[in-house]
Nanobody, 125 residues
Framework: QVHLVESGGGLVQAGGSLNLSCAASEDTFSTYVMAWFRQAPGKEREFVAGVSWSGIMTYYGDSVKDRFTISRDNAVKMVYLQMSRLKLEDTAVYYC??????????????????WGQGIQVTVSS
């Protein structure tokens, strides 16, 4: 289990930008793929973006490609999500997550066992 804490959410106008951060506390942080998911009211949890343990490889959900950027800094045990050109449909609670196994890639939320508390992102018109 990895302890995760998100920060940086809030209210932003459509077309604007917002940055999320996720802090981890475990020394094994650099061995985990990290990901962001989101969940809007009445909808299933959706994969947003993932980054390999080294930070070299990134992968994105179709709905956020070319608008969001995930990155990590293993030295300070942080994961980031830069969101730009935000749309109304990006409104959701965003979660930082780590899978059960180290060095394990997935975009399936059921494979992730460590979750942050979630942070609200609201995009207004």
């Amino acid at each position: 289990q990895v302890h995760l804490v998100e920060s940086g959410g809030g209210l932003v106008q459509a077309g604007g930008s917002l940055n999320l951060s996720c802090a981890a506390s475990e020394d094994t942080f650099s061995t985990y793929v990290m990901a962001w998911f989101r969940q809007a009211p009445g909808k299933e949890r959706e994969f947003v973006a993932g980054v390999s343990w080294s930070g070299i490889m990134t992968y994105y959900g179709d709905s956020v490609k070319d608008r969001f950027t995930i990155s990590r800094d293993n030295a300070v045990k942080m994961v980031y999500l830069q969101m730009s050109r935000l749309k109304l449909e990006d409104t959701a609670v965003y979660y930082c997550a780590a899978p059960e196994r180290t060095h394990f890639y997935s975009d399936n939320s059921t494979e992730f066992t460590s979750w942050g508390q979630g942070i609200q992102v609201t995009v207004s018109s």
